[in-house]
């Protein structure tokens, strides 16, 4: 399940046309069986928040502001840093599993899968950070240890459907230039 929670093949389902939350910065779809519990917004920042109470499943998406120190980090960091801290301060403690890169809405993301303990309770967090022009997008999925296959599909759909419609994918080389070693000339 670990490995799985970091997946994303999607599945459309036939007949069914997806709801989408839709904001001025970030546009999502709910995958079925799940509810839209919150979505908040201001001009700066953005909250939407998924459940399924049969699953015991949570999904949150967050945009909000970055600072110019945290923007001067490697994404790697920021995503491993939020991850882990994510709960800390009420007692819950964070077990690192994995970090690994992946695209999403055309741009560089980190995921970062870890296991939530808060005494008895245990429960798998996949967590995937990625940037805007001046935002940083933290999608978290909490979820039980026992959660069905069809919790990683929603949270493959959302990863999957993800868009930025304000903030444009950035313009990327696939070769640094300066990686280039030129022979003699």
Partial sequence: MLFLLACRAVHAVPGVIPTTVAGPRLEVEVPQGWELDHNRRNPIN???????EAWNSAITID???EDRSTRALPLSMVAEGLALEDGRSMGIESDHRATHELEVAEREAWAVTSMQRHGPNERFVSTVVLRGDEHLVVLVLNTSLDAPPV??????????????????????????????????L
């Avoid at 953005?46 to 399924?52: A, D, F, G, K």
């Avoid at 929603?154 to 070693?181: C, R």
């Fill in 151 to 184: 919790v990683v599909l929603g949270w493959s759909q959302v990863l999957d459907s993800l868009e930025l419609p304000m903030d444009p994918p950035p313009d990327t080389n696939l070769v640094d230039p300066m990686d280039l070693e030129l022979g003699p």
């Fill in 63 to 65: 945009l909000v502001r």
């Fill in 46 to 52: 953005q909250h939407i928040s998924l459940y399924n």
